[in-house]
């Protein structure tokens, strides 16, 4: 009997521990380790720099070769077009791609294309043509150049060259042009390999 | 070589050409403007940093008309750089206004046939002479707002003369029927020569309907007026699609229609639905209405439904407008049939079961006469 009393006063003294400990458990948490009752703010700086930039989107795009070729005889000139890849009248490999150039900067750009040679220089012979044709790669890309879209222009050789866009938008699904190239090669043009550069310039009004 | 040999060697020549097949040509600059005033003398550098392909050479090149006044620390680079520009300016520069230098980076073109395209990105770095006495320029930029929050109007007054002045600033707002609806006065303010003064005011839009408005900027200073002007929307440009038309029938041509409302304030031209039920592959257009502001307008198309044979069909319906598109998915419903044949019979069965209750219940009564009859006679012959 005095086993089970001692039992029992033992038992009654942990459960008063047990509530008392609880109780200064939860006064404490809740008064020193309530994190979450406190609003706390945190300051994120980042400056992110303007930026213009443009990119030739293939390396097999940056040239256009059509090879080695002849005018074919009795025509007065060969015609070598890149949109859809046409020879007319002429035995050169067809090239079906024009240059693409995307605005992977941040800010709008200006673009011209400025040449090295013209027809004349290029080509020689009788009435040679050497003609660009831009569009729109991506809808919306491109706005108020002084060239119009989907129009044979002669090329410009001038300092300035010729403005596709005035203004050569950044947002990914509206940031590429493509430049397109036409030829008529005269039957008694210059003999050999014959080359140009095409610059393309990019700058801001901004 | 062994074997292993000649498998590594052919590995490694696939690896460098699918790095070959990913690669493209970029070509840029970072800032692409810095703007800065004149000062008598003044020396500054300025850092640019260029992007370019490793590997490729590039030219870096200064134009414009104080380009003598520049030394760069790199005049070609092979790859991304950062090129230091040293600026010495004279004692003086005639004009006064803009001077603008192109600090510019040039692909050089390898050697090779055909007709090859580079790359040429510049960047501006602009000196403004101040003009003499006073002059100032203002650059002026609304944003759109919702209805209810703020437009903001973003106002820089910039004095490009020798003198310092003081300036009254007002913006006026204007609906677009050109009618004044706001004014704020942003008062006057002393702005010294050379100083940049911005102010970033808040437009409240509400009591103002949705639609295009104007925000005009004057600036009056000694006598003068700059003016700049820009535009911004209030509310959004929504066609709401309020709901459509619904028993159809099969084997004629029906009319679809649909109803819309806009929510903008001014007319919107060429407004259109394009519906689609996809499990008949049914698609066909409305033709092009103009919506008035803050109307209701139907449009209307026709489709033959005879391919459907559900009674309840599943489509979309996209109204497009002003370079927008607002879809709402919907179901169709078809015209109930009455089916005359479904109805005929289960009325002869009703009728039959009637029929044949009343057949047992006179039979049952018969059967009951019967049994008192016999009853009655059995009850005489005793």
Redesign the interface.
């Known amino acids: 009997m005095a086993d089970d009393n001692l039992v029992i006063g033992l038992a009654l003294v942990a459960v008063i521990v047990s509530a008392v400990g609880l109780g200064f458990s939860y006064y404490n948490q809740a008064g020193i380790t309530g994190f979450a009752q406190y609003n706390d703010t945190g300051i994120v700086n980042i400056t992110i720099?303007?930026?213009?930039?443009?990119?030739?989107?293939?390396?097999t795009y940056?040239?256009?070769?059509?090879?080695n070729g002849t005018v074919d005889t009795g025509s007065p000139f060969a015609i070598l077009e890149t949109p859809g890849g046409t020879v007319t009248n002429g035995s050169w490999i067809p090239v079906a791609h024009g240059?693409i150039?995307e605005n992977?900067?941040n800010?709008p750009a200006n673009l011209s294309v400025v040449v090295e040679n013209n027809a004349s220089d290029l080509l020689g012979g009788d009435n040679p043509v050497y003609q660009f044709n831009w569009t729109e790669n991506e809808s919306g890309s491109c706005h108020n150049g002084s060239m119009a879209n989907s129009t044979w222009f002669d090329v410009n050789k001038t300092v300035k060259g010729s403005l596709l866009c005035q203004t050569f938008l950044t947002d990914d699904a509206t940031d590429e042009v493509r430049?397109d190239?036409r030829l008529y090669v005269p039957s008694n043009s210059y003999t050999g390999?014959r080359?140009?550069?095409?610059?393309?310039?990019?700058?801001?009004d901004? | 070589m062994n074997k292993r040999g000649y498998i590594l060697f052919f590995i490694l020549i696939l690896c460098i050409s699918l790095i070959k097949i990913g690669y493209a040509r970029d070509i840029g600059v970072s800032p692409p403007r810095i703007a800065i005033n004149f000062e008598p003398g003044l020396k500054q550098t300025f850092n640019f940093k260029f992007t370019g392909d490793i590997g490729s050479e590039y030219e870096i090149f200064v134009e414009g008309d104080l380009s003598p006044y520049i030394a760069l620390s790199k005049e070609k680079i092979y790859g991304p750089d950062v090129v230091a520009v040293h600026l010495e300016l004279p004692n003086s520069i005639d004009p006064p206004g803009p001077h603008k230098l192109q600090v510019g980076i040039r692909e050089i073109p390898p050697e090779g046939p055909g007709i090859m395209i580079v790359g040429d990105v510049r960047a501006n770095l602009v000196v403004f002479v101040p003009y003499p006495g006073k002059y100032l320029e203002t650059e002026f930029s609304t944003s759109d707002a919702r209805y209810g929050e703020f437009s903001d109007f973003n106002l820089k007054v910039i004095s490009r003369g020798e003198e310092d002045l003081t300036a009254s600033i007002n913006i006026e707002v204007y609906d677009s029927q050109d009618n004044l609806v706001n004014k704020m006065d942003l008062g006057e303010h002393f702005i010294k020569s050379q100083e940049i003064k911005e102010f970033n005011e808040k437009f409240d839009t509400i009591g103002f309907r949705a639609g295009e408005y104007k925000a005009v900027a004057i600036v009056s200073y000694d006598g003068k007026e700059v003016i700049k002007e820009d535009k911004f929307k209030i509310g959004e440009l929504i066609i709401k699609i309020v709901g459509h038309s619904d028993n159809f029938v099969r084997g004629i041509i029906n009319r679809l229609d649909i109803e819309i409302e806009s929510l903008w304030n001014d007319p919107i031209e060429e407004v259109y639905a394009e519906i689609l039920i996809p499990n008949y592959n049914i698609r066909f257009k409305t033709p092009f209405e103009t919506v008035t502001g803050f109307s209701r307008t139907n449009l209307t198309g026709y489709f033959d439904p005879t391919p459907i044979d559900k009674d309840v069909f599943f489509g979309s319906i996209t109204v497009y407008y002003a370079d927008k598109e607002m879809r709402k998915l919907v179901n169709f419903k078809m015209k109930k049939e009455v089916d005359y044949g479904k109805y005929l019979m289960i009325g002869g069965i009703i009728l039959v079961l009637i029929l044949i209750i009343i057949l047992i219940y006179v039979t049952l009564l018969k059967k009951e006469a019967d049994k008192d009859l016999k009853k009655k006679k059995r009850a005489k012959r005793r």
């Open positions: 720099d303007a930026n213009l930039a443009i990119r030739f989107v293939s390396p940056d040239i256009i070769d059509w090879g240059f150039i992977i900067g800010i430049l190239v390999t080359t140009d550069t095409v610059t393309a310039i990019a700058d801001t901004w």
